[in-house]
């Protein structure tokens, strides 16, 4: 009953779903919306759809690639699912493009392609750790962030504006109201941690009370 599977086959599959783990443990550590299950069954999942492309193939005939060509539209679509629109900012990009390479990598491990796939991988980790932290050490990493600025001083107000503009950044939905303990202006904006703290300290010498939330 067991004639189609072999240890060839279960290494392979297990080799997939720990790749798939890897990448899956980074994203999850980081609270991103493609986390440990999901990257670790993508992966798994490729890599068994291209043992049965070749499977199939080798016993009935036919194209050993007509299974596996599927996975990269299929993926494509659950990509988009974790991409999300909202606020003046897109979210999910990274998290969609790290499904689209552990894809390629669970195809790598069908193809029997071992070597290749867990350099691949150890390249993704590189990519999605080192370089995260690089970005966000230099200030190049841009997040989408919500800003109350609250001042009893409402001549500071059109000064406040000026302040933003001249830190590069555009804001979104600019409101002003007043509060119980002052003017309030509120607004949503994509920053980077030097454009931030630049416009905190700036705000401050203006003694403009500063709250910031990520979106």
Same mark, same amino acid.
């Given at each position: 009953?067991?004639?189609?599977?072999?240890?060839?086959?279960?290494?392979?599959?297990?080799?997939?779903?720990?790749?798939?783990?890897?990448?899956?443990?980074?994203?999850?550590?980081?609270?991103?919306?493609?986390?440990?299950?999901?990257?670790?069954?993508?992966?798994?999942?490729?890599?068994?759809?291209?043992?049965?492309?070749?499977?199939?193939?080798?016993?009935?005939?036919?194209?050993?690639?007509?299974?596996?060509?599927?996975?990269?539209?299929?993926?494509?679509?659950?990509?988009?699912?974790?991409?999300?629109?909202?606020?003046?900012?897109?979210?999910?990009?990274?998290?969609?493009?790290?499904?689209f390479?552990?894809?390629?990598?669970?195809?790598?491990?069908?193809?029997?392609?071992?070597?290749?796939?867990?350099?691949?991988? &150890? &390249?993704?980790?590189?990519? &999605?750790?080192? &370089?995260?932290?690089a970005?966000?050490?230099?200030?190049?990493?841009?997040?989408?962030?919500?800003?109350?600025?609250?001042?009893?001083?409402?001549?500071?107000?059109?000064?406040?504006?000026?302040?933003?503009?001249?830190?590069?950044?555009?804001p979104?939905?600019?409101?002003?109201?007043?509060?119980?303990?002052?003017?309030?202006?509120?607004?949503?904006?994509?920053?980077?941690?030097?454009?931030?703290?630049?416009?905190?300290?700036?705000?401050?010498?203006?003694?403009?009370?500063?709250?910031?939330?990520?979106?």
């Amino acid at each position: 009953m067991l004639h189609d599977l072999n240890s060839y086959i279960v290494a392979r599959l297990l080799l997939a779903g720990f790749l798939g783990g890897l990448v899956g443990l980074e994203r999850e550590l980081r609270h991103k919306p493609a986390g440990l299950r999901t990257n670790m069954l993508i992966c798994f999942g490729a890599a068994l759809f291209t043992i049965i492309s070749y499977e199939m193939a080798g016993n009935v005939g036919g194209d050993h690639t007509r299974i596996a060509a599927q996975i990269i539209p299929g993926i494509g679509f659950i990509g988009a699912g974790v991409v999300i629109r909202g606020r003046g900012g897109v979210v999910g990009i990274t998290s969609a493009a790290t499904i689209f390479v552990i894809a390629s990598v669970g195809m790598a491990v069908g193809a029997g392609m071992l070597v290749t796939a867990i350099f691949a991988t &150890l &390249l993704l980790l590189v990519a &999605l750790v080192f &370089l995260g932290v690089a970005e966000e050490r230099f200030g190049f990493h841009v997040r989408v962030m919500n800003f109350r600025l609250t001042t009893e001083d409402e001549t500071v107000l059109p000064r406040t504006r000026q302040i933003v503009e001249d830190a590069r950044i555009q804001p979104h939905r600019w409101h002003t109201h007043r509060g119980e303990e002052g003017m309030v202006v509120e607004f949503d904006a994509d920053v980077t941690y030097s454009q931030e703290r630049e416009l905190m300290t700036k705000l401050a010498a203006l003694k403009v009370r500063s709250d910031i939330r990520p979106v």
